[in-house]
């Protein structure tokens, strides 16, 4: 009964550690979208946000294309809510200065998944958890030094995507 009792607490706790990771995950990627928006007021800082209706648009003109990659990434796109772009590389250098300084401090290497460096170009990619080991909440592509962010919201499917990723290199 001892043993019972011990795993439920166990397991209780497991489950509201899960449950504040979510919560973060989801204040994570709110923050690098709420932080672009609010950079977006400066000259040549651009930012498109597409949200679901701009999305199922996308989904509908993919569907009805010849494309088949784009419609191989219709699938891993399924649960994504809303994708969010910055470009900054032609803004004053002292905006972008100040806003890779203050996404630094949001884009924290916990979450850091893929780093990859070519040519003194770094670009960083960061993925949120979402509970299930397969799935992340946020994918968040960063590339200061061109001056661009990517922010994917939504559910994905980490096994999809390596399976994607897989069936290409061959």
């Not at 890779?100 to 916990?110: A, C, G, T």
């Amino acid at each position: 009964m001892r043993n019972s009792i011990i795993t439920l607490l166990v397991f209780m706790v497991t489950l509201s550690g899960a449950a504040s990771v979510n919560a973060s995950a989801y204040d994570y990627g709110k923050r690098v979208t709420s932080l672009m928006k609010e950079f977006s007021m400066n000259q040549d800082f651009q930012v498109v946000n597409l949200g679901k209706f701009g999305l199922s648009i996308l989904k509908t003109v993919i569907r009805h294309s010849d494309d088949k990659d784009a419609l191989e990434l219709l699938d891993l796109m399924k649960d994504v809510k809303q994708v969010s772009i910055a470009s900054f590389d032609d803004c004053d250098p002292e905006v972008k200065s100040r806003f890779s300084s203050r996404l630094s401090k949001i884009l924290v290497n916990d979450y850091l998944l893929v780093e990859a460096k070519d040519s003194g170009e770094r670009v960083r990619i960061y993925a949120i958890p979402a509970g299930e080991r397969a799935d992340i909440s946020d994918l968040i592509i960063s590339a200061p030094s061109s001056g661009a962010l990517i922010c994917i919201r939504g559910r994905i499917n980490i096994q999809d995507v390596a399976n994607y990723l897989e069936s290409k290199s061959k």
